[in-house]
């Protein structure tokens, strides 16, 4: 993440499907820090060790990142404009915020890029026509936004808002207060998790969330299994497919062509260790500690086969990550989305309880100066480019709010 990270191997030592062993991996293989992987049996925590020789035995994210420099208090008092989520759509904002003279920071509960962060490979993301992984656009991101004087705040989380007249507060996990004129709400979404028995108990020792692209590596020869129909099961399969001796993918629906890109589907079709097991669902997971069998039952027939396997990854979507905004009075739809600009408006006439002269801005929730962009909002595109693209435009709609005076 920065130039003495670039230098940084950290080694880790854990054992085979260990859950925190996976996290850590999965962070710092976000942030872009070199990191080697020593598997050894019977190690039950992790333990992390530092190239200047510091070993920290099952370390959290925060501790990671705070041995890695990038934990910090906020530096201002108040800001112009405050981002909750550094994903796409909170990293563009951030970048535009910043280079057009906002007092900005960025809180994010965990690594930077978001869902994107975890993509091995972006390819339908303009002027990068040869792909470009989510983690390293991430970190360019983050050079971008902190070179125009955005401040970023990794490993907090954004639990409770306070929204007054002209004052926005935000209250994070750890207690901090972040006062703000103006807020944008790039939380994204959180995975749905995958309705079987034992589910949480094979959560990181087997079972990952996502594409997984820490992991790729370490599937060597191995069989894996992905459950998903979509783009982001798509590339996760054909990622693992360069490594993996044999890849499934579990698809709940009858063929892969309405949900995946045409681009996709050629790939996956040619592979010649993919097989694709639609209208199919995993019913069972198995496993004395780490995850060794999965069930998988067709929806057809009925009939069942078990696949021995330490590799279950699943994406199949999620829900958005706006708890705090029910408590806040900000309008979410059924699904949990923040809803915006026209959206909120009934036969022309604004929310209730809205008290300005003029309609809530495009990217505007039902409380003034509170926005949203990206995957969290009603009717997004769930694109990367899109969340971009909603995160300049908040910043349009901030200069505007803080213009309204
Ligand atoms: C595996 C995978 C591959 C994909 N590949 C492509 C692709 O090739 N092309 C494409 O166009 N799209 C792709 N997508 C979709 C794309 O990544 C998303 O549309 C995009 O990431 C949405 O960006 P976002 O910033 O809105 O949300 P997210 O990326 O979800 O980021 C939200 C961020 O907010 C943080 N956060 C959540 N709650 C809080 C809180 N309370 N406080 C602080 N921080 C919080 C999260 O930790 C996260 O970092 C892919 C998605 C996945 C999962």
Request: glycine share 14%.
């Amino acid at each position: 993440m920065n130039d003495s990270a670039d230098a940084i191997t950290v080694k880790v030592y854990g054992g085979p499907g260990s859950p925190q062993g996976h996290a850590i991996r999965d962070f710092l293989y976000r942030m872009d820090v070199p990191f080697e992987w020593i598997e050894e049996g019977n190690r039950r925590l992790p333990v992390c060790v530092f190239p200047d020789g510091v070993r920290m035995e099952n370390p959290t994210i925060r501790q990671i990142t705070e041995k890695l420099g990038w934990f910090h208090d906020p530096l201002q008092s108040e800001y112009d404009v405050a981002i909750y989520g550094a994903g796409p759509a909170g990293l563009s904002a951030a970048v535009y915020g910043a280079s057009e003279g906002l007092k900005t920071v960025v809180i994010e509960r965990s690594a930077l890029g978001g869902q994107a962060g975890s993509s091995p490979k972006i390819e339908n993301y303009l002027g990068f026509p040869g792909g470009i992984s989510g983690a390293e656009l991430a970190e360019r991101a983050r050079d971008q936004a902190t070179r125009f004087g955005a401040e970023i705040l990794l490993a907090r989380e954004g639990v409770r808002g306070e929204f007054s007249a002209g004052k926005r507060v935000g209250y994070l996990a750890d207690g901090t207060k972040i006062v703000a004129r103006a807020i944008v709400c790039a939380t994204g979404v959180e995975y749905h998790h995958l309705p079987v028995p034992d589910e949480e108990r094979f959560r990181g020792a087997g079972l990952y969330y996502g594409a997984g692209a820490s992991e790729a590596s370490l599937c060597g020869g191995a069989h894996v299994v992905v459950v998903g129909g979509g783009n982001s099961a798509g590339q996760a399969a054909f990622q693992f497919s360069r490594f993996a001796r044999r890849v499934t993918m579990v698809v709940r629906g009858e063929s892969l062509k309405s949900t995946l890109s045409a681009y996709l589907c050629d790939r996956i079709a040619s592979a010649r260790n993919i097989e694709v097991r639609t209208n199919t669902e995993v019913t069972g997971l198995e496993g004395d500690g780490c995850l060794e069998a999965v069930t998988l039952t067709s929806r057809v027939t009925g009939q069942t086969e078990t696949i021995r396997t330490r590799w279950l990854f699943v994406c199949i979507g999620g829900t958005p990550h706006t708890e705090w905004a029910f408590e806040a009075g900000v309008a979410r739809d059924s699904a949990g989305y923040l809803v915006t600009g026209p959206d909120l408006q009934h036969d022309g006439r604004p929310p209730d309880g809205w008290v300005l002269d003029r309609p809530p801005y495009y990217l505007e929730t039902n409380v003034p100066g509170l926005f949203a962009a990206g995957d969290v909002r009603h009717g997004s595109v769930k694109r990367f480019a899109s969340a971009v693209g909603e995160g300049a435009m908040a910043v349009t709609f901030v200069h505007r709010y803080l213009a309204d005076g």
